[in-house]
């Protein structure tokens, strides 16, 4: 993987309650925060007590390189909500500058606990779609802006083995958004939803408070029959 293929682009924690209809005993569970990138949902759980383990490719970069990768993508993506105004939802930040400038902070956030956190195992180089964790080993998966979101470089197939193997490693599956990058559906939410009902899971689409992405309030939960 080269460093400009990712885009480094992180949330904080009470975006992530937004997104993914977090309770406070969602918050006591244990998380796997899956392509968590330069997101401040680990070090916020972290320091408020939670067990949150992220993994992402990004993880395998000095802090120094995510930085300078964090910068390029700033101006891009900054540049590019700006010629799309009307994609977008402008109540939670008030215009491209404001969302721009909130994640500068999360992402400031991040890179202070990042050393600390790989040494203690909460930041973990893997990417989907395989991981090595243990059957269950964590009772709440989220996967944030990755899959559905670049359903233009990833595949359906891609889609299904990373969503089996989140579910083999965890006993419930959050996944926000349920569009893409062009703020439409994913075309593969509904293959997704009916390959996983066909093996006895549930997967539902759940309304949520978040919505920056035009319709984009909306994430996909899967859970198995007995969870
Ligand atoms: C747009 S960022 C989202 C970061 C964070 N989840 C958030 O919402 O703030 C997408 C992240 O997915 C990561 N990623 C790309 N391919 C991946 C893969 N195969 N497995 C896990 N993460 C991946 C990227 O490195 C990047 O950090």
Known sequence: ???????????SLDEYKMMFDLSESDLKKSILGCGDGPASFNSEVTAAGGHVISIDPLYAFSAEDIQGRIEETHKSIVSQMKQNL???????????DDLGRARL????????????????GRYLTE??????????????????????LFSEQFSLEFHIES?????????EVRIFPIMG??????????PVQQHFRERGYSAEVVQVDYEVQRDGNYMLCLKGQEA
Not at 4 to 10: E, H, K, S
Not at 127 to 147: G, I, T, Y
């Open 105 to 120: 902070e999360v992402m400031r956030v991040f890179l202070q606990d990042f050393e600390k956190g790989l040494t203690e």
């Open 163 to 171: 969503i089996q193997e989140l579910l083999r490693v965890g006993s």
């Open 127 to 148: 990417a989907l779609p395989s991981l090595s964790f243990a059957e269950n080993q964590f009772e709440l998966c989220l996967c944030s802006h990755l899959l559905f």
């Open 1 to 11: 993987m080269k460093l400009n293929t990712v885009v480094p682009w992180g949330r």
């Open 181 to 190: 990058l062009n703020c439409q559906i994913s075309p593969y939410l509904e």
């Open 86 to 96: 009307q994609r977008y939802v402008w109540t939670q930040f008030k215009d491209p």
